[in-house]
């Protein structure tokens, strides 16, 4: 399955989708009025626009108007783009979200809603990603400074890989699972693996997380560490 990059609307532009399809990279970015003006002419003027209505179950009406194959602008007329509007319409006709994206990827009745969906999620992956790395134990916040040599660039580097490391062992590895689900919470863990490794000289990850998880149970984790 391809990556679908998530964008807000800074990166709607000709240069960013170029190079995420010499990636073969798929893509749902924001889509501004004020910065596609073409683009939304075409929309508003085109007998090639076509209309989906959803009506979910609160009563909540979901309007879509899409125009498929359109230029992202003059500049990158060879872009071909499909462009979404998307309202989000109470029982009282209180439009309660308006948001618009372009995509290469299929627009369809069937495909519309999930469209629109990851199109909203993006705010919910980014805040998450934001409150994990400020308040859960990797410390990336505003006021590290610039440093000498890169500094700043050179520590959140390192936050983003332990972030990253973090993200594949939540996903595949087993020890690495049982022993937060011990410690309830990702900060909790940080602070008994810091605590262990105050006390005793580590052999492996697999000993430190089986200590965690299993408590006295777990094979000796190694010698005290008197230094």
Not at 36 to 54: G, N
Not at 74 to 103: A, F, H, M, P, Q
Not at 136 to 151: D, I, P, S, W
């Amino acid at each position: 399955m391809k990556i679908i990059v998530l964008l807000d609307g800074l990166y709607a532009a000709g240069p960013v989708i170029e190079l995420l399809r010499d990636y073969d990279m798929e893509y749902l970015i924001v889509a501004k009025r004020k910065k596609l003006t073409k683009l939304f002419e075409k929309l508003d003027a085109s007998s090639q626009v076509k209309l989906h209505v959803i009506i979910d179950k609160q009563n909540i009406r979901h309007e879509f108007r899409y125009l498929e194959d359109v230029s992202l602008n003059d500049s990158w007329d060879y872009l071909k783009v499909n462009l979404i509007e998307y309202r989000e319409v109470d029982e009282t006709g209180k439009v309660r979200y308006y948001n618009c994206w372009i995509t290469a990827l299929s627009v369809t009745p069937d495909t519309l809603e999930r469209l629109m969906r990851a199109g909203r999620a993006r705010w919910k992956v980014e805040n998450e990603t934001f409150n994990t790395l400020k308040n859960q134990g990797y410390h990336l916040e505003h006021n590290y400074g610039h440093g000498h040599k890169h500094l700043t660039t050179v520590l959140a580097m390192i936050m983003f890989l332990a972030f990253l490391i973090d993200q594949i062992e939540l996903r595949c590895c087993k020890v690495f699972q049982a022993a937060l689900a011990k410690a309830k919470k990702l900060s909790y863990l940080r602070i008994r693996i810091r605590s262990l490794f105050t006390e005793f000289i580590i052999p492996n990850w697999q000993s430190l997380y089986d200590r965690i998880a299993l408590g006295n149970n777990a094979t000796p984790i190694g010698i005290p560490d008197t230094s």
